[in-house]
């Protein structure tokens, strides 16, 4: 129900952005967000955006370089990712969530896609 693409290899400083898109049913209503999991840790929050996009948070570590933003309209919701270093290579899953207690809790999740950033 999530599709994700526009992950793959690139070169320490560079940029990339990941779409994720919903098909089967909308999302439009759910908050958004993405999440990463390197190679032997575990998965983390990377970045989320509210139903309408009024309202985003970011993982410290991305802070500055990474912007989420959502095209309801599309139904997908994409992830801006500059100055890219090794420490951000992992797999991204997009999901759709909902909020408990202020934390966004995972729904529904995508396939994973792989970035890997070369130093």
């Known amino acids: 129900q999530l599709v994700e693409s526009g992950g793959g290899l690139v070169q320490a400083g560079g940029s990339l952005r990941l779409s994720c898109a919903a098909s089967?049913?909308?999302?439009?209503?759910?908050?958004m967000a993405w999440f990463r999991q390197a190679p032997g840790k575990e998965r983390e929050f990377v970045a989320g955006?509210?139903?309408?996009?009024?309202?985003?948070n970011y993982a410290n570590s991305v802070k500055g370089r990474f912007t989420i933003y959502r095209d309801n309209a599309k139904n997908t919701v994409y992830l801006q990712m500059n100055s890219l270093t090794a420490e951000d290579t992992a797999v991204y899953y997009c999901?759709?969530?909902?909020?408990?207690?202020?934390?966004?809790?995972?729904?529904?999740w995508g396939q994973g896609n792989q970035v890997t950033v070369s130093s």
């Open positions: 089967g049913r909308t999302f439009s209503r759910s908050p």
């Open positions: 999901a759709a969530t909902h909020y408990s207690s202020y934390v966004m809790v995972p729904d529904y």
């Open positions: 955006i509210s139903w309408n996009g009024g309202s985003t």
